[in-house]
């Protein structure tokens, strides 16, 4: 049996995390504490029980938004990371941070008293360009001095000379 | 005519910000940068111009994705805050960190090569409801302890606490 390994980080890598088994409960929360937390409409979180959480570079700096809850991010580059509460034995990781989010499909959503009311329109907006049909120039020079991480894990970062 | 006073900040408060206007483009950004900084399927941005904006409370810490663009954020706790383009002559705030976010109609996307398929899915989710109507009590024990900034200004902060 191959030990289930699902890894994520911020997006400078300071810090980096992995998932031993396979997560779930993921959803969209778009109360007004997760928006804000998170600069956004909502906040998307998948979850694992934390003794399968293993954080594997850094630390993971926290907020405690209220008293029942700690919100973890990277102190260097400000990704939002997890969210836990103090009365649960699981944890979410921000499924935007893990390296490959399209595995991790949203079940459900809550917080709805918060929800944007044009959200049903979010998918269906103007706009078809990709990065670099929007700005060459731009996105050339981006992928020249890009200093997110890779989405994988890697043995030292930042690159040695950088 | 009383001039626009339109302000935001992070999440426990220790960075404000107001903007005197906004431009016409508010967007959601799919490429996978604006994805991993904001932990989310996507950014959602609108640009201040410069002259028309300025941090009111902390000095927001900055990650350098690359050579001519600067990450904003609350080093306290962690809210993404902006994105800036050295050359640009203007800000681009994070929608969800204005106080009120649902005045900020979204006007177009980009980033198509990082659209995650989920986004196509999220406005049919199974939906859990009201935060109070899902949880009565955890609700209530948030509200009681909330840390959150509320959406306006405030002379003080952290309130102070009753003694």
């Not at chain 1, 989405?151 to 690159?159: E, I, L, N, R, Y």
């Amino acid at each position: 049996m191959s030990e289930i390994r699902i890894t994520g980080g911020c997006q400078c890598g300071a810090v980096r995390y992995a998932l031993h088994e396979q997560p779930d409960g993921a959803h969209i929360c778009h109360c007004r504490m997760c928006q804000k937390a998170f600069g956004s409409f909502f906040a998307p979180f998948i979850g694992v029980e934390q003794s399968a959480f293993e954080l594997t570079r850094g630390e993971l700096s926290v907020f405690k938004s209220s008293d029942p809850t700690e919100r973890g991010f990277c102190n260097r580059c400000g990704t939002p990371l997890t969210i836990h509460d103090r009365h649960s034995s699981r944890i979410g990781v921000s499924i935007g941070s893990l390296d490959e989010p399209e595995k991790f499909e949203p079940v459900s959503q809550c917080g709805i008293e918060s929800r944007m009311s044009w959200f049903g329109q979010l998918a269906a907006l103007p706009g078809d360009k990709t990065t670099e049909e929007d700005n060459p120039d731009f996105t050339a020079k981006i992928a020249a001095s890009n200093h997110q991480h890779p989405d994988h894990d890697t043995a030292v970062w930042p690159p040695p000379g950088t | 005519m009383a001039e626009a006073r339109i302000t935001g900040g992070c999440q426990c408060g220790a960075m404000r910000y107001e903007a005197r206007s906004l431009k016409d483009n508010s967007h959601v950004c799919h490429c996978r940068m604006c994805q991993k900084a904001s932990g989310n399927f996507f950014a959602a941005l609108v640009g201040v111009p410069l002259e028309d904006f300025a941090w009111t409370r902390g000095t927001p810490a900055a990650f350098r994705s690359s050579e001519h663009v600067e990450r904003g954020f609350c080093r306290d706790c962690g809210t993404p805050l902006f994105f800036r383009h050295d050359r640009n002559q203007h800000i681009s705030m994070t929608i969800g960190s204005f106080d009120n976010p649902a005045a900020i109609p979204l006007a177009f996307q980009l980033g198509m090569e990082g659209r995650l398929p989920q986004v196509d899915q999220l406005a049919s989710l199974k939906d859990y409801g009201t935060t109070e109507d899902a949880d009565p009590d955890g609700t209530a024990a948030i509200r009681k302890t909330t840390r959150q900034h509320p959406d306006h200004d405030t002379a003080v902060w952290p309130a102070e606490v009753d003694a």
